[in-house]
């Protein structure tokens, strides 16, 4: 049991994962206010606004920062960890989410003329770069409330 105390009382992982939670749930009630209807996808699934992996990793980096200081090399180290998060999040996953919505056009178009029994992609994969730095602020603002 001293493991699962002892990650219970990490300050640190215990801020991030806040962080993570409210991303999650701001998503949900924006997807009850934009579609009038509750989509509990949304709290687990990727994508949307605010993003809740730059929420987390710089809720992460925020935290450690404030414990171990803005010049330590673990900072160093959060701090690139994290930028690398938010530019994947805006960049790499938003063209595959971006690749996935133009296969499932070609897919309904191939599907509309003939019998294709084809899985749909998954489309919101990434994040704009405006929900990307929502998260981030929101992890930086929450790591702030909390230390």
Same mark, same amino acid.
């Given at each position: 049991?001293?493991?699962?105390?002892?990650?219970? @009382?990490n *300050?640190? #992982?215990?801020?991030?994962?806040?962080?993570w939670?409210v =991303? @999650?749930?701001?998503k949900?009630?924006?997807s009850?206010?934009?579609?009038k209807?509750? +989509?509990?996808t949304? $709290?687990?699934?990727?994508?949307?606004?605010? %993003?809740?992996h730059?929420?987390?990793s710089? !809720?992460?980096?925020?935290s450690?920062?404030k414990?171990y200081g803005?010049?330590s090399?673990?900072?160093?180290? %959060? #701090?690139? $960890?994290?930028l690398?998060?938010?530019? +994947? !999040? =805006? &960049?790499?996953?938003r !063209?595959?989410?971006?690749q996935?919505e133009? #296969?499932? *056009?070609?897919?309904? +178009?191939?599907?509309s003329?003939?019998k294709?029994?084809?899985?749909?992609?998954?489309?919101?994969? &990434?994040?704009?770069?405006?929900?990307? $730095?929502?998260?981030a602020?929101? &992890?930086?603002?929450? =790591?702030?409330?909390?230390?």
């Amino acid at each position: 049991m001293g493991f699962f105390n002892e990650l219970i @009382q990490n *300050k640190v #992982l215990m801020i991030a994962i806040i962080a993570w939670f409210v =991303a @999650q749930v701001i998503k949900v009630i924006l997807s009850i206010i934009k579609n009038k209807e509750i +989509d509990f996808t949304r $709290f687990v699934g990727s994508g949307g606004m605010p %993003s809740s992996h730059s929420s987390f990793s710089m !809720a992460l980096t925020t935290s450690i920062g404030k414990i171990y200081g803005w010049s330590s090399p673990l900072f160093a180290v %959060s #701090l690139s $960890f994290s930028l690398i998060v938010m530019y +994947d !999040a =805006a &960049g790499v996953r938003r !063209a595959a989410g971006k690749q996935a919505e133009i #296969l499932n *056009k070609i897919v309904h +178009d191939i599907h509309s003329n003939k019998k294709i029994t084809e899985e749909r992609l998954i489309e919101l994969l &990434g994040h704009t770069p405006i929900e990307v $730095f929502v998260g981030a602020l929101l &992890g930086i603002i929450i =790591a702030n409330i909390f230390l």
